[in-house]
């Protein structure tokens, strides 16, 4: 076996055991900058913005390690019918070994105004599940092994999630359940397809979210958030942050993610609709070891809405 190839399998088969030991399949997509990324979270955020607005994200985790995760999302999402509806679209691809799977996701809020500028929100959000594996790109012991003569094929498997989110000008909080169905594609020694797809309630996991804005002066705000995910049978797992916003321009944050990374935050707000952030984590399980940490950078642009013009920057 080509040396290539070893470092290949050595890699996801350590990735196996991690994800094994705690750090969890990805079964949601894992973000750093989830804050600024909440269409992949909560269908119940279109539209949040009150103006049409889009993400793009792209994830290098545990970077040098091989077989490694590497995600790329980007999402769309816009007000209807005077703020009362939001509706949403996003993607993702990930690739990790010789896995590749591509998420699209429609998501529809219903957004009932609760105060002056307060809204409190109902989403769903429904799409399918693409996967493939490229065994085609692993060079195999013998040449001319059948298993890896060719990639699997692409198969599809429906999924869809629920959400609620409440948000003013200097706080939200948010709920959701982002897949409900179980759905396991595998392949057994033979190379035959097993898809298993199923509603099991202790398989959801449940997200819980929340954060603020405070001003300390007129060129300094602090904003401390922080999120929960929750399974049954499984440890809670959260994330805790803190951002700094300095002359309405620089984002510089810290985050801890529960047994798993510390993170640096960066950002620049280019203009009160231009974000472009950056964010690195290191890892502090065992895998730090064999990575050179994660890198994560996001670009959000929100445009003008029916004429109207955004004045400050959309905290939430």
Request: aromatic residues 14%; glycine residues 8%; proline residues 5%.
């Amino acid at each position: 076996m080509k040396y290539k190839t070893i470092k290949l399998v050595i890699g996801i088969i350590i990735i196996t055991a991690f994800w094994n030991n705690g750090l969890k399949a990805q079964f949601d997509p894992m973000f750093t900058q989830y804050m600024n990324n909440e269409m992949f979270i909560n269908p119940a955020y279109a539209g949040a913005k009150e103006a049409l607005a889009m993400t793009l994200l792209h994830r290098q985790q545990w970077v040098g390690f091989p077989g490694r995760p590497v995600t790329t999302t980007f999402s769309i999402n816009t007000p209807l019918y005077q703020n009362k509806m939001g509706l949403g679209l996003a993607f993702l691809n990930e690739k990790i070994g010789v896995l590749n799977r591509n998420l699209i996701y429609l998501s529809y809020a219903y957004r009932i105004k609760t105060g002056t500028r307060s809204f409190l929100s109902f989403g769903l959000m429904g799409g399918v599940h693409l996967q493939l594996n490229r065994l085609g790109d692993v060079n195999p012991t013998e040449p001319g092994d059948p298993v890896f003569s060719a990639n699997t094929p692409l198969v599809g498997t429906p999924n869809f999630g629920f959400g609620m989110y409440f948000n003013t000008d200097k706080f939200y909080a948010s709920f959701s359940i982002p897949r409900m169905l179980d759905d396991n594609i595998t392949y057994n020694s033979a190379g035959t397809l097993i898809k298993n797809v199923s509603f099991k309630l202790k398989s959801w996991h449940y997200y819980l979210a929340a954060g603020r804005m405070f001003t300390i002066s007129d060129n300094f705000k602090l904003k401390p958030h922080a999120m929960m995910k929750v399974a049954i049978n499984s440890p809670i797992e959260f994330d805790i942050n803190l951002d700094a916003l300095i002359i309405e321009k620089l984002w510089l944050g810290v985050s801890y993610r529960s047994k798993a990374d510390i993170s640096a935050l960066a950002g620049i707000q280019i203009l009160p609709t231009l974000l472009i952030s950056y964010s690195y984590d290191y890892q502090i399980t065992p895998i730090r070891k064999f990575s050179g940490g994660s890198h994560e950078i996001l670009v959000s642009y929100i445009f003008g809405y029916k004429g109207k013009k955004i004045i400050s920057p959309r905290y939430f």
